[in-house]
């Protein structure tokens, strides 16, 4: 019986999405043979004033659309539901965009279908895709440093849009700066960023004179073009991005990226 070896047998991966987030990835990786070291680059947590969430949760009624841009944004908005007691019956009444493919999993595992969900998860096509937007209410519950860019979009279409802060994305409470370079001294193949925080984050953990030097031989994967650039600018060199800007598409073009090497 001939053995098979593994597509991505052999390599060390550094996965830098939050600890919760981070077994997910971590999982898919080892199933195709790779090494998995988990060092957290962002910690998710509550927002530290819930007033404006909890007044637009009061009203969902007002608004036209709410849409959610991340898996976070859905679960910590249906947090402060269940702790108002409001039922989740209400996002029934309104339209929902849901941003990415994990996000829209979040909305129908309440039972409710998003209405809609763009091919790419860009801000140009979410809004180009949200068509007689013209004085309509949009609710925008997402990261507290997320791009003003969609709002813009959307306003610039007729919309009045509410942002609120659904959740804040920070430093790791326990961010392991001395197992990060550790680990790179010992050696890593991939690098992988799944966000634009992630990146600033490591960059600032390793120290950004270090960035270019201790990652010459390293392959980055990015999420999306919004997180390549983010690396880009920190003069870290970018070897692939997921497309579309999935967790499964990115394994895909790693073990691609690996097969071509």
């Not at 309440?110 to 809004?127: C, K, Q, T, W």
């Not at 994967?221 to 997180?227: F, L, Q, R, Y």
């Not at 579309?244 to 394994?251: C, E, M, N, Q, R």
Request: glycine letters at 4%; a positive charge.
């Amino acid at each position: 019986m001939q053995l098979t070896t593994m597509p991505l047998s052999g390599l060390r991966v550094i996965v830098t999405r939050s600890a919760d987030q981070a077994i997910f990835l971590s999982n898919k990786l080892r199933n195709l043979g790779a090494t998995t070291i988990e060092i957290p680059m962002i910690e998710i947590v509550p927002p530290s004033d819930t007033d404006s969430m909890d007044s637009s949760i009061r009203n969902l009624s007002k608004y036209d659309w709410v849409i959610f841009t991340s898996v976070h944004g859905v679960e910590f908005f249906l947090q402060r539901m269940a702790i108002l007691q409001i039922p989740i019956s209400c996002l029934y009444s309104v339209r929902i965009a849901a941003i990415g493919s994990a996000t829209s999993a979040a909305i129908q595992s309440i039972g409710r279908s998003p209405d809609y969900v763009p091919s790419r998860f860009l801000s140009e096509n979410i809004a180009a895709g949200l068509d007689g937007l013209q004085g309509k209410r949009v609710l925008l519950p997402r990261a507290d440093i997320a791009s003003k860019k969609l709002p813009l979009l959307l306003r610039d279409k007729g919309a009045s849009v509410d942002e609120i802060v659904a959740y804040r994305t920070v430093l790791p409470r326990e961010l392991m700066r001395d197992r990060l370079k550790s680990v790179l001294k010992t050696g890593v193949d991939v690098i992988i960023f799944t966000s634009p925080s992630t990146v600033r984050n490591f960059a600032n953990a390793l120290g950004h004179a270090s960035v270019t030097k201790d990652l010459s031989n390293v392959r980055i994967a990015c999420i999306g073009p919004v997180t390549a650039e983010a690396a880009r600018q920190l003069g870290i060199a970018v070897d692939v991005v997921a497309n579309p800007h999935t967790i499964d598409a990115l394994v895909e073009v790693i073990v691609n990226d690996i097969r071509r090497l």
